[in-house]
C-alpha cells in the first residue's frame, strides 16, 4: 500500500514563499511520476507540476518560473517550493504518484493519471 503526507501548508504574505513537502511510503518517489495539483474553493483540482521518474518536470504556466519540484531519495520525499507565492496560489495542494512510469518524458497532468493521492495541505496568501 502507498502512502504519501503532505506537509508544509500555511499562511504567507504575497511575494512570500513555503515549502510543500510529500513524505511517501510504500513505492520509492524516485521510481515514479509525481505530481502536485491543488483545489481552490469551488473550482476543480489542477495541475501544478509533475517530475518525471527520471528527473525531468514539467509545469502548468501559471506556475512556471515560481514553483518548483524536487524530491530526496534518501528520505523518500518529494518537495514542492513555491516562490512570489500571490493570493490566486490559494487551494489545497495535493501531491500524488503514479504506477505508470511512462518513458522518460512523460509528463501525467492529469488526474486520472495517478493512482495514490496525500489528503492535502492549506496553502492561504493573503494580500
Known amino acids: 500500500q502507498v502512502h504519501l503526507v503532505e506537509s508544509g501548508g500555511g499562511e504567507v504574505q504575497a511575494g512570500g514563499s513555503l515549502r510543500l513537502s510529500c513524505a511517501a511510503s510504500?513505492?520509492?518517489?524516485?521510481?515514479?511520476?509525481m505530481g502536485w495539483f491543488r483545489q481552490a474553493p469551488g473550482k476543480d483540482r489542477e495541475f501544478v507540476v509533475v517530475?518525471?521518474?527520471?528527473?525531468?518536470?514539467f509545469a502548468a504556466d501559471y506556475v512556471k518560473g515560481r514553483f518548483t519540484v524536487s524530491r530526496d531519495n534518501a528520505k523518500n520525499t518529494a518537495y514542492l517550493q513555491m516562490n512570489s507565492l500571490t493570493p490566486e496560489d490559494t487551494a489545497v495542494y495535493y501531491c500524488?504518484?503514479?504506477?505508470?512510469?511512462?518513458?522518460?518524458?512523460?509528463?501525467?497532468?492529469?488526474?486520472?493519471?495517478?493512482?495514490?493521492w496525500g489528503q492535502g495541505t492549506q496553502v492561504t496568501v493573503s494580500s
Open positions: 517530475m518525471n521518474w527520471s528527473g525531468g518536470t
Open positions: 510504500g513505492r520509492t518517489v524516485s521510481d515514479w511520476p
Open positions: 500524488a504518484l503514479s504506477l505508470n512510469r511512462g518513458s522518460s518524458t512523460s509528463f501525467y497532468t492529469r488526474r486520472v493519471q495517478y493512482d495514490y
